[in-house]
């Protein structure tokens, strides 16, 4: 009970010491979401739309983000503009900020939350797929957050990165997936240091994500593992309240804090719990 009761003071202190929200900042602010066709991007890009920010959306299908792009309009987007671009490109990521920057005339959120397919599955040994997903997955967050970095200094600007709870803790079916994401939360927490200490006006937003209802996501665990799935639309909000508040850590749902808290107290009790978590016939 102390246990469970300690750890309900941190929730409570940690939210009463919140900053707080304010939606008017987000009129007119200038934002690209990535990934931004389905999922939780899509949702990313109709709450900044309902906030009546200027958008820029990206992904490879360019009919859907069309479509998006319209629906962001008739939400209250002051602009929508789309752009299809493939993160598994050498050059496509930086396309996607000059873009960005040329349309806007400048950039006050970076918001990287795309990711390639990736099976959920035992690993068997498919390093060129790790290669590949880690150019989507990571490699196009770098230089992508490099390109944009100059603008965003100039307009006291945010980095916001979508992560999940599988880059802090392990768990199998994921290896290529979840390194990409522990490869994200290492740079960008560095990343944080050295413009924190350099005093620089850029703020980081990790966040940490644990299952949410999008349609990829569920598709690979519906048969597998018995979790409970959060909304992508909630997730959204979530997101864009860390980025324009400029805290450093998002984790949603609520128990992706405890799991991260408490994983390394008991680590034969964790493990044993993730392991059998899954419904896994050798
Ligand atoms: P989705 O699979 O629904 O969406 C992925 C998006 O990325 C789509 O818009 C897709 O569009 C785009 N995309 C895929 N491949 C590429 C590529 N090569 N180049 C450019 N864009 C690409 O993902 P979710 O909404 O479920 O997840 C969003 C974020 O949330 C991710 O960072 C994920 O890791 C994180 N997260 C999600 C969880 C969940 O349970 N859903 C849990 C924890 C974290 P298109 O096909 O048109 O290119």
Redesign the pocket.
């Known amino acids: 009970t102390k246990i469970i009761m300690a750890i309900c003071v941190v929730l409570i202190a940690v939210k009463w010491t919140a900053p707080r929200f304010d939606e008017e900042s987000l009129r007119g602010a200038r934002v690209v979401v ?9 949702q990313l890009a109709y709450h900044y739309a309902r906030f009546g920010a200027q958008i820029v959306i ?4 360019e009919k ?2 069309q479509q998006v792009a319209e629906k962001c309009l008739s939400l209250g987007a002051q602009k929508a503009l789309y752009i299809a ?4 490109s050498e050059s ?1 990521p930086e396309k996607v900020v000059d873009f960005a920057l040329e349309k806007l005339g400048g950039l006050d959120y970076l918001v990287l ?5 990736s099976p959920f599955t035992v690993w068997q040994g498919d390093v060129e797929h790790t290669k590949w997903l880690m150019q ?2 990571f490699f ?1 967050y770098i230089q992508m957050a490099w390109r944009a970095l100059p603008s965003l200094e100039q307009s006291n600007g945010s980095l916001v990165i ?5 880059g802090k803790t392990t768990s199998p079916f994921v290896a290529p ?1 979840s390194s990409t ?1 522990s490869a994200l939360n290492g740079f960008f927490g560095s990343l944080y240091h050295e413009l924190a200490m350099k005093k620089s006006n850029v703020s980081v937003s990790l966040c940490t ?9 569920m598709d690979k665990v519906r048969e597998v593992v018995n979790l409970p ?1 959060y909304p ?1 639309t909630d ?1 959204a909000l979530n997101i864009i309240i860390i980025g324009a508040t400029r805290q450093l850590e998002l984790y949603y749902p609520w128990y992706t804090y405890i799991i991260v808290v408490t994983k390394d107290w008991f680590p034969s009790i964790t493990n044993y719990i993730v392991q059998n978590s899954y419904n896994y016939i050798p």
């Open positions: 990535t990934g931004a066709s389905t999922g939780i991007g899509e990206t992904a490879r299908r859907v983000l671009a493939d993160m598994s496509d939350n795309h990711i390639g397919p989507v997955n196009s979508v992560s999940s709870l599988l997936y994401k994500l644990g299952l949410i209802d999008t349609e990829a996501a799935a992508a997730a």
